[in-house]
C-alpha cells in the first residue's frame, strides 16, 4: 500500500491491496459509527479485545482509506445557515473534469457523478440566500464544461448519512456505547454563539482526522490545552459533529441512486418521517422547488434501483418519484475526496459557513 499526502485541501493517490472486513474490523467500525470518538478503553471493553488491538486494526483500516472519522458543523439554524443541491449538466466528456473541480471547493462537501437527468449532483453550505445564487452563479460559471445548473433550496434535512449503521453490534454492545454518546444531536434550536478562529481552525482539523486528541489540537492550534478542551466541551463544540464514514464497497451496499420526488404538503412531513426510518436512505433532504424530497439511498444491485422504487411506492401511496439518477462515482463525500473504489485519498476540510 503507498500513499502521498500533499497539503491540507489537497489529494492523496493511493493503490489499496483488496481487503475485506472481519468480525472485529466491522465492530471497531460500529462501535465508532455510534461514538466517533470513543476511546480505546471503551471499544475494547465492548468489543471483549484489546484496546492496543482495536487501535492497531482502525490505524490500518484509517490508512488504507477504508473507513475514516471526520467532524462536520451542526447546521441546525436555518437563519445562520442555508444548504442546498445542485444539479449540473456538462458538454460532452466533461462530467468528470467538472465534477473533479467542483469538489475542491469546501463549500461543496458533497459530489457525485450520476446517469440519467443530470450529470453531476452536489450539495452546497452558504451564509444566505443570496450567498447560495452568488456561488451557484459565479462557481458554475468559472467551471469549464458546465451546460447548466437547477438549485434546490433545502428547507429541512429528516435523516442524513451518519445514523447509517453496521449490524455487527449486539443490543447490549450497542447500548453500552449509547449510553455515552456525545450529546451534541440533541441541541435542538438552543442558542449558540458565534464561531471564532479557533472554533474554525478545529473543524478544520477534525475534518482531516476526526479522533485527532485534545493535545494534538491544542499542539495544533498553538492552544493551552484546557481551552481547547473548553471550546470542545462549549455550545459551539456541541455543534461540532462527528461521523464514522467506510468506503461503500465494503459496506454491501456497492450502489447509489438519488431520487427526486414529489408529495403533497399535508403529506411531507409524515412522508419523510417514514423515508427516515427506511434502512436503503442515507439523506432525505426537504426542498423547494419542483421536487419536495431528494433521496439519497445505498443498493444492493442495479435491479434494486427500481425495486427500491416499487417498494416506496407501495409504502407511500402519496409519493411520486419524479426522476432517478444511478450514481456512477461519489467523487466528494463530506469533504473526504473519493478514488475510484470509494478509497479516501484526501480530504477538502469542510468550513461553517459562520467562519
Request: proline share 5%; net charge neutral.
Amino acid at each position: 500500500m503507498v500513499g502521498q499526502d500533499r497539503a491540507a485541501g489537497g489529494t492523496r493517490t493511493a493503490t489499496h491491496a483488496a481487503y475485506e472486513l472481519d468480525e472485529l474490523d466491522r465492530g471497531v467500525v460500529q462501535a465508532l459509527q455510534i461514538r466517533p470518538r470513543a476511546p480505546w478503553t471503551l471499544v475494547g471493553k465492548v468489543l471483549g479485545v484489546d484496546p492496543v488491538t482495536v487501535a492497531r486494526r482502525w490505524r490500518r483500516l484509517e490508512e488504507a482509506g477504508l473507513a475514516w472519522v471526520t467532524a462536520y458543523p451542526h447546521l441546525n439554524d436555518a437563519r445562520l445557515v442555508v444548504t442546498g443541491v445542485i444539479e449540473l449538466d456538462t458538454e460532452p466528456g466533461a462530467a468528470e473534469e467538472v465534477a473533479e473541480a467542483l469538489a475542491q471547493h469546501p463549500a461543496v462537501p458533497n459530489v457525485k457523478l450520476t446517469a440519467g437527468g443530470r450529470d453531476v449532483v452536489t450539495s452546497v453550505q452558504t451564509r444566505s440566500l443570496d450567498e447560495l445564487s452568488a456561488l451557484a452563479s459565479s462557481l458554475f460559471r468559472r467551471t469549464e464544461g458546465v451546460r447548466a445548473t437547477r438549485t434546490h433550496v433545502s428547507t429541512g434535512l429528516p435523516t442524513e448519512g451518519s445514523r447509517w449503521r453496521l449490524r455487527s453490534l449486539d443490543a447490549a454492545q450497542t447500548a453500552q456505547l449509547e449510553e455515552t454518546t456525545q450529546a451534541a444531536r440533541t441541541t435542538g434550536g438552543q442558542a449558540t454563539p458565534s464561531w471564532d478562529a479557533l472554533d474554525a481552525r478545529l473543524l478544520e482539523l477534525l475534518s482531516v482526522d476526526g479522533r485527532m486528541s485534545l493535545r494534538d489540537l491544542s499542539n495544533a492550534t498553538g492552544t493551552p490545552l484546557t481551552t481547547v478542551r473548553r471550546h470542545m466541551g462549549s455550545p459551539a463544540g456541541s455543534r461540532l459533529l462527528f461521523r464514522c464514514d467506510l468506503a461503500r464497497p465494503l459496506s454491501g451496499w456497492p450502489l447509489s441512486a438519488v431520487y427526486f420526488a414529489s408529495v403533497p404538503g399535508q403529506y411531507l412531513e409524515e412522508t419523510s418521517r417514514v423515508l427516515s426510518r427506511v434502512p436503503e436512505v442515507r439523506s432525505c433532504s426537504i426542498t423547494a422547488g419542483p421536487h419536495n424530497l431528494v433521496v439519497d439511498v445505498w443498493l444492493r444491485t442495479l435491479h434494486d434501483v427500481h425495486a427500491f422504487e416499487a417498494h416506496l411506492s407501495r409504502a407511500l401511496p402519496h409519493l411520486t418519484v419524479d426522476d432517478r439518477s444511478v450514481v456512477l462515482r461519489t467523487v466528494k463525500h463530506m469533504g473526504r475526496l473519493l478514488d475510484h473504489d470509494g478509497h479516501s485519498v484526501g480530504v477538502v476540510p469542510l468550513r461553517h459557513p459562520e467562519a
